[in-house]
Nanobody, 130 residues
Framework: EVQLVESGGGLVQAGGSLRLSCAASGFTFDDYAIGWFRQAPGKEREGVSSISSEDGSVYYASSVRGRATISIDTAKNTVSLQMNSLKPEDTAVYYC???????????????????????WGQGTQVTVTS
């Protein structure tokens, strides 16, 4: 059974930093994609960042580009999202999700939309106070 477990959420002041982690287990594929999504109250779930284990290709939403860094430890099947210069509008439940397997075709971008992902974690709350 595929499991995704998020950790690292919490309460932080504006301008602060958080490091979110997603531990994936229950599969044997070497090639996969992991994405981070967030959902604020009353809003749709949106993609934040994603990464491919195959070649390390990454995606960042424009709202976090320059403030977020995604990384992957393929030996541990763990993906981390470092977020700096946090803003109150970053407040949301953050989810990690997986595409299993994922091998990019020529020209294919790393998945970035919720409908592309089948497996989801339970989420971790991030609250940024002003």
């Amino acid at each position: 059974e595929v499991q995704l477990v998020e950790s690292g959420g919490g309460l932080v002041q504006a301008g602060g930093s958080l490091r979110l982690s997603c531990a994936a287990s229950g599969f044997t594929f070497d090639d996969y994609a992991i994405g981070w999504f967030r959902q604020a109250p009353g809003k749709e779930r949106e993609g934040v960042s994603s990464i491919s284990s195959e070649d390390g290709s990454v995606y960042y939403a424009s709202s976090v580009r320059g403030r977020a860094t995604i990384s992957i430890d393929t030996a541990k099947n763990t993906v981390s999202l470092q977020m700096n210069s946090l803003k109150p509008e970053d407040t949301a439940v953050y989810y990690c999700a997986a595409v299993l397997p994922f091998r990019a075709r020529v020209g294919q971008l790393v998945p970035r939309y919720p409908h592309e992902y089948k497996y989801w974690g339970q989420g971790t709350q991030v609250t940024v106070t002003s």
